[in-house]
Structure formats: C-alpha cells, structure tokens
C-alpha cells in the first residue's frame, strides 16, 4: 500500500508564530485529505486538496502531487490549534500517516 | 459538526465478548468506512461499504465485520475481542470520491 510520512512528529509553538507540517506520499494519488484531530478525538477536515493550494482562515495547504508531497501552514498559531494534524491519501481508502502532534502555548 | 454520529462514546469489555459498534450519517452519505485508531498511531482502515456492500478491506481478521443500512446507518462487529482491539473506532462519511466526514469515535477497552 501507499506509505505516507509525515514531519516533523512534534511540533512545540509559542502562540503567534507560523509552522510547516509536510507531508510525503510514496505513490500517485487520486487526493489527499489534511485532518485535525482535537483533544476529545474528533477528526476535522481542514482540506481536501489533490493539487495546488487553498486556504482557510489562518491555515493554508499545498500539494505538488508530482513531487509526492503537501503541505500544511498555520500562520499566527493559537492555542486552540493545539492538536494532532493528519494528512491522509486517498487510494479508494484513506491511508493516515502517523500524525503530527502540534503544542501552542500562550 | 460533521453530520456523523457513533454510539457508545465509551465501552469496556472483557476479553473474548462481543461488540457492536453504531455510527449514522446524514442523508446522501452513501459511503461508509470505518477505521481504528490505537494510541498515539494514525487512523488503520478496517472497511469500507457503498450502498449497502462491502467494497473494501483492509488488513483485519474476518472477526470484524460490518452492515451498513439503507437509511444511511452502519454498524461494526467485532467477535472474540482480544487486548489488541483496545483502540479509538472511527467511523467516516461521505460521497463516494468526495471528501470524508468523521464522527468523534467510540473509545473500546478490553479488559
């Protein structure tokens, strides 16, 4: 199956600053999926994104899906992006890579 | 909110019982999957069903075991639970290639 890596794997911030998660992928894809998970386990969706970039609010997202890999940007962090960001590919499943754990503190 | 819900938030079991796990899902989410999440790992996917049949699996013993209803409902079975199977169950939602929509999950402990 397709292997997704994901980096770094912590992620310690002071609030106001900006961060780059990355994700790589070892195969094409038909999408890939970024998720944040809060502390109560619920997975949100933050992107669906198989190439270029979007944005939402203070978070933005980039696929080069030639190049196998996305990334994640939060700019201005708040504690409440504290959490466990996830990217996902999907292959008629979504295959998770192993998380990145993000701590902001105030 | 995702339009996702799972029944029980929480559960313990002992080893060898029995489980069934719930998730519903709003209308049109013709796709469900579910997938389990041990601590500290990302989510593993454990099925798939579309319009009522399985069309995918991942690597899982036949123990578990899923039905997904016409009334965008679904369940996961697991038989002969083992310690192993202590994990976060995520259930996931949506239309088929479109994105996924997630509930919060039933946390299963087995003692």
């Known amino acids: 199956g397709i292997q997704v890596e994901q980096s770094p794997p912590d992620l310690i911030l002071q609030e106001g600053a900006n961060s780059t998660l990355r994700c790589n992928f070892s195969?094409?894809?038909?999408?890939l999926q970024w998720f944040h998970q809060n502390p109560w386990g619920q997975l949100i969706n933050l992107f669906y994104i198989p190439s270029g970039t979007k944005q939402n609010g203070r978070l933005s997202a980039t696929t080069v899906a030639t190049e196998r890999y996305s990334l994640l940007y939060i700019s201005s962090s708040q504690t409440t992006d504290s959490g466990v960001y996830f990217c996902?590919?999907?292959?008629?499943?979504?295959?998770f890579g192993a998380g990145t754990t993000v701590t902001v503190r105030a | 909110e995702t339009g996702v819900t799972q029944s029980p938030t929480h559960l313990i079991k002992t080893r060898g019982q029995q489980v069934t796990l719930r998730c519903s899902s709003q209308?049109?989410?013709?796709?469900v999957s579910w997938y389990q999440q041990a601590l500290g790992q990302g989510p593993q996917f454990i099925f798939q069903y579309y319009r009522e049949e399985e069309n995918g699996r991942g690597n899982f013993p036949p123990r578990f075991s899923g039905l997904q209803f016409p009334n965008y409902s679904s369940e996961l079975n697991v038989n002969a639970l083992e310690l192993d199977d202590s994990a976060l169950y995520l259930c996931a939602a949506g239309q088929a290639n479109e994105k996924l929509f997630f509930g919060s999950g039933t946390q299963l402990s087995v003692l």
């Open positions: 195969d094409s894809v038909n999408n």
């Open positions: 209308s049109g989410h013709n796709t």
């Open positions: 996902a590919v999907d292959d008629y499943k979504l295959s």
